[in-house]
């Protein structure tokens, strides 16, 4: 049997050392996967707004390659590719809840993609709750690593999430919801590079002190 375990970072070299260690745990990066925002372009300018370029591996395929902005990365991190998604904005991904969101919709408009998403996510065991302050925190700036794992590994697997500063999904969204927000709306306009910036440097800087 297996689990999904999934944690949010405010850092995308986080989420990404992480995706690296639990490949080295031996997770196969086929049931591994990151979503992460792109709102500050970090990753490079989307060239098209084509949203269908899912292959069977869950690797985007569409879009501007990231690989020269990975330092030519192997596994998982090597079949990242940029999206534009309406109500999201624009993301990285790669891995089986990208493809798991194309399959629900990913070229729809008004933010099917982040539905997909959520949607993924209860499916594969999250609660409510915790699948909304997920797509949230990607729409905020943050990055989504998520990872299908044997039982057997999975107390592994979380302490690799968790040594990578991941971000506690509870208390994350009640630090939303103090300040209005009452679940994800995948109508919601997306946010912008300074928006973005605000936000990781809110929690980046209080995750250190």
Known sequence: MTQTI?????DYADATTAVRELESLGVSHDDISIVASNADKRHGEHVEQDHDGVDDHGDVSRGVSTGAVVGGAGGLLAGLGLLAIPGLGPIVAA???AATAAGAGIGAAGGAATGGIVGALKNAGHDDADAHVYAEGVRRGGSLVSA?????????AEAVLQRNRSVDAQTRGAAYRDSGWTGFDEAAPAYTADQVENERTRYTTASRL
Not at 148 to 156: A, K, L
């Open 95 to 97: 891995g089986w809840l």
């Open 6 to 10: 999934t944690r949010l970072f405010d």
């Open 148 to 156: 299908r794992v044997p039982d057997d590994m999975v107390s592994e």
